[in-house]
């Protein structure tokens, strides 16, 4: 079974820094044709956040552009967003989310098979 597990939410102030991870069981991650990071906010539409081909296109969302970074590591199956100079509005449940599938492009618009369950971040 594929699994993605987040880690490395909480809680800092604006103008801070945190990287979240994502693990991944049963998915080569650095393999994986789309891999990328989501948020969502209760009651609003999830929004992504940054998306990694492995034709090596990067994607960002205007809001998070310039201030995060989405990066893998094979060795480690693990895929990373580091984020800068947080703002409030960056508050959110962040996912990853990975697919294997190559029949539509990376993009932050696109469907994904594979979900983690979220970490919390909470920037004040």
């Known amino acids: 079974d594929v699994q993605l597990v987040e880690s490395g939410g909480g809680s800092v102030q604006t103008g801070g820094s945190l990287r979240l991870s994502c693990a991944g069981t049963?998915?080569?991650?650095?393999?994986?044709?789309?891999v990328g990071w989501f948020r969502q906010v209760p009651g609003k539409e999830r929004e992504g956040v940054a998306t990694?081909?492995?034709?090596?296109?990067?994607r960002y969302a205007d809001s998070v552009k310039g201030r995060s970074t989405i990066s893998k590591d094979s060795a480690r199956n693990t895929l990373y967003l580091q984020m800068n100079s947080l703002k409030p509005e960056d508050t959110a449940n962040y996912y990853c989310?990975?697919?294997?599938?190559?029949?539509?492009?990376?993009?932050?618009?696109?469907?994904?098979?594979?979900w983690g369950q979220g970490t919390q971040v909470t920037v004040s």
């Open positions: 989310a990975a697919d294997l599938r190559t029949t539509t492009p990376c993009t932050l618009q696109r469907d994904f098979n594979y």
């Open positions: 049963g998915i080569h991650l650095s393999s994986a044709f789309c």
């Open positions: 990694f081909s492995t034709l090596g296109t990067i």
